[in-house]
């Protein structure tokens, strides 16, 4: 069992910076690709990043490139997400997620185990 924990959520005004953290437990080995996902009110859960096992080559949703950088700390089993010139149509719940086939794909399909997500608010 695998088990994702999310932190690092909160209000911040537009322009702003936050970084979200996702720290891995359980078994099997916890060095997986993750992937990060959101979802703003009334709207379906979207892909924004996701890295692989080795931390190389992520990749990002159009909405954040250029803005939020996604990296891992392989020693900590952590997966970090920072925000950078927030904007209010950030505002979401952001997830992280296991992704089961290591392709960094945009499918939430191909993502397994997800944590309980964090609320990110950011204010006009």
């Known amino acids: 069992q695998v088990q994702l924990v999310e932190s690092g959520g909160g209000l911040v005004q537009a322009g702003g910076s936050l970084r979200l953290s996702c720290a891995a437990s359980?078994?099997?080995?916890?060095?997986?690709?993750i992937g990060w996902f959101r979802r703003a009110p009334g709207k379906e859960r979207e892909f924004v990043a996701a890295?692989?096992?080795?931390?190389?080559?992520?990749r990002y949703a159009g909405s954040a490139k250029g803005r939020f950088t996604i990296s891992r700390d392989t020693a900590k089993n952590t997966v970090y997400l920072q925000m950078n010139s927030l904007k209010p149509e950030d505002t979401a719940v952001y997830y992280c997620?296991?992704?089961?086939?290591?392709?960094?794909?945009?499918?939430?399909?191909?993502?397994?185990?997800w944590g309980q997500g964090t609320q990110v608010t950011v204010s006009s």
């Open positions: 997620a296991r992704d089961r086939v290591g392709l960094l794909t945009s499918q939430e399909t191909d993502y397994d185990y």
């Open positions: 890295i692989s096992r080795a931390g190389g080559s992520p």
């Open positions: 359980g078994r099997p080995g916890v060095n997986y690709s």
